[in-house]
Every structure is written in C-alpha cells, then in structure tokens.
C-alpha cells in the first residue's frame, strides 16, 4: 500500500489494544491485554486485565472498533544472544520454513539478540487474535518492544518484562534472562504503572502512537490486511454517500418539478375558469349589441371605437368581465318598454390591485369623448385572489 494512503488511515486510529500471550506450556496459555487511547496527544488506559484464560474473555473486553497489537513470549520462544557480524550463522541454525525469526540490536557492531518461534504456532495465535477487535495491526515474539520503549525513555537498570529480566545499561540491553512465571513486578512509565504481564502490550501501543513500532517479525501480513479492509470500508463509505448525495439530489429535484406542476395544474385550471367566463362575456356582450341595434338607437360605430380605446387603455392584468353600453335602466317586465341609460358605458371586471384600477381611471378621463369615470363598486370575494370592481364612464 502507498505510504500515504498508509499513513492516512493509520492516522485515524485513536485506539489499540496491545495483547500479550504468556505461553505456559504446549497445551495452556494465559491472554493479557492494555486498552491506549490517544487524546489530544496523550495517551490514556482504557481497561486493562492480567492472565485471562480463554480467548472468550478477551474478546468481551475489547470493543469491535479497536484494533490490535500481539506480542507473544514464554514457552515455545526461544531467546538467543548473537553478534551483528555472525547474524546469518545464526540463521542457519534454524529451518526457515519451521520457524520465525525476530533479531533485534541496539547498535552497529553490538551484541544484540534474536527470538525464535515455530512458524505453525505463530500462524495459530495471528489466526485466533484476528477475529478480536477490528484487526490485527503487528505482531511481535519476545521483550522486544518492552526493551525498546524503555530505551527510548532512557530508562536503565533491570526491568522485570513477561518472564524475561533485562538489564539496561548505557542505551543497550546487556542482558536477558527468563525469570520464574510466580514472580512479578511493575514499571513505572510518566503516570502509568504498568506490570509486567501487561507491559510488552503497553509498550507495543505507545510504540505504535510515536511512530517508533519497528522490526515487527511476521508483522507486515497483519497490518497491510487491516489496512485493506479499513481502506474497502472507507470506498464503500463513500461510494454510500455518493449515492445517498445522488438520491436526495433527485429527491429534490422530482419534489421541486413535482411542485412546479401542481402549481402549472392549478394555474392552468384558474386561466381555464377565467376563458371560459371571457366567453360568457362576449356572449353576452353580442346580445346586448343585437338590442342596442334592435332599439333604434345610434351610435354603433362610435360604441366600437370607445371598445377599442378602453380595451387600450386597460392594464393587461385587469381580467375583463362584461362592457355595457347604454344599459337598461331597470330590468325589462312584460308589457312595460324599455329604457336605456343614455351615454352610460358600465365595466366590470377583476383586478389583482386597486393601483391598477386608479392608474386605467386616469388614462380614461383623460380622453376627450369622456366626460367623467366613477368606480361605484370595489370588493374581494373569500376565495378569489382578484378584486371585484364596477366602473360607469359618461360620454
């Protein structure tokens, strides 16, 4: 994996639990385990438990979000002292494909020393320790990274490790020896006190946050595979929130159109109502011109074009409802004739504002054939969005 990538998700981790296993025997072995947590640039213990028996316990005590971090020594670690020069000889005392090699120094042309483990019994412990927490970040067999973490403090003098005794002295470890399993000590780190079941899990954690974890043997399986389930998750996160983007986006888009819609559906409707009564208007407007010319009375030509100039003159938002020229005086009963208001033009009709109104009036009084403009009704239904107005223009 691309070291930025790696440093990336690695970043983000603000919690492990370093695990140690103490091998009694071929056949029993105890778990202890130190939950880290990282804030603000501190570091902080969690949890922490010394010498559980079965993997059951230890997995009830470290949350599935937390990754992992596994040192293993005891029975079955064989721990030798080598010299840097002699290193392959060394190597060449063991079967590469039977076992695992861990060397570790503190110096060029020093002496340092070098962990051996069967490989069938490494692969069984990684195997178990994976299904713990959210993966396994490094492995490590011997004190190591106990020895480590104390010579990056400085520390010197003897140090209880596991069931290791190392001896620390001018910034190298100048000796390591196995210890009694009944006997047991604590370090002491800043205001940590740490024993020493727990302390190989600790510093293996405090490691990890520094940037210092180093030389993990049979470490780099574990930690790429727990970076590429981490990185699948983070694709899989995002490719989520791309599509969850894609579907509240036309969500809101087929909410808005729908919207849109119902507003065209419903405006279609009004200007529908409107031409249909405009046709009602002009209906009657052709039957009160038949009368007018039935009536013998004169004018038609002149009628025509004071149609004209008022229907110039009109704002276009005024929705016109009926023009009457020269309307009955009062409504027709059988046997009585009829008589007409001479020079009388009465509109009526709806406007969505007065102003509308006031500024037509002015344009009509205006005109030389007119005489004066009275509005003698003006009101607004409940329901109606436009107001109900009624003009009379003298002539």
Do not use: C
């Not at 079967?95 to 060029?108: L, M, Q, V, W, Y």
């Not at 595979?225 to 809101?252: A, C, D, H, P, R």
Request: aromatic share 10%; glycine share 8%.
């Amino acid at each position: 994996m691309y070291p930025f990538l790696e440093n990336k998700i690695l970043k983000h981790v603000k919690a492990v639990a370093g695990i140690s296993v103490h091998l009694i025997s071929s056949d029993e072995m105890r778990f202890s385990f130190v939950l880290l947590r990282r804030q603000k640039g501190l570091l902080t213990i969690e949890n922490q438990q010394e010498m559980l028996t079965s993997l059951e316990e230890l997995k009830k005590n470290i949350p599935n979000k937390v990754p992992v971090l596994l040192s293993i020594d005891g029975w079955g670690v064989l721990v030798k002292k080598i010299l840097f020069k002699s290193e392959d000889q060394n190597d060449s005392l063991y079967n590469s494909n039977d076992f695992e090699i861990r060397k570790f120094f503190t110096g060029e042309n020093k002496n340092g020393y070098m962990s051996v483990i069967r490989q069938d019994l490494l692969k069984d412990l990684i195997t178990n320790i994976k299904t713990i927490g959210a993966g396994l970040l490094g492995v490590d067999f011997g004190p190591y990274a106990g020895i480590q973490l104390l010579m990056a403090l400085n520390k010197e003098g003897e140090f209880r490790i596991g069931n290791r005794l190392v001896h620390i002295k001018n910034g190298m470890a100048e000796d390591i020896k196995g210890v009694s399993d009944s006997e047991s000590s604590i370090i002491s780190i800043g205001e940590d006190i740490i024993s020493s079941a727990l302390f190989t899990g600790y510093a293996m954690g405090a490691l990890f946050f520094a940037g210092g974890l180093q030389g993990l043997e049979g470490g780099t399986e574990p930690i790429n595979e727990f970076l590429y389930k981490k990185l699948i998750y983070y694709m899989t996160i995002m490719s989520l929130s791309v599509l969850l983007f894609g579907l509240l986006t036309n969500y809101f888009a087929f909410s808005h159109y729908q919207t849109r819609l119902a507003m065209l559906d419903s405006q279609f409707e009004t200007d529908q109502s409107l031409y249909h009564k405009l046709e009602e208007s002009e209906k009657d407007l052709k039957q009160k011109e038949k009368l007018i010319e039935s009536s013998g009375l004169s004018g038609h030509t002149s009628f025509a074009f004071f149609a004209d100039r008022l229907a110039f003159l009109m704002p276009p938002q005024i929705v016109l409802e009926g023009m009457n020229f020269q309307p009955l005086e009062k409504k027709l009963k059988k046997g009585q004739e009829a008589t007409f208001s001479e020079r009388l033009i009465t509109i009526t009709g709806r406007t969505p504002e007065s102003l509308l109104i006031n500024d037509w009036i002015r344009s009509i009084k205006n005109e030389k054939w007119v005489r004066s403009v009275d509005m003698v009704y003006y009101g607004q239904e409940e329901k109606s969005i436009n107001a109900l107005f009624k003009l009379e223009i003298k002539f």
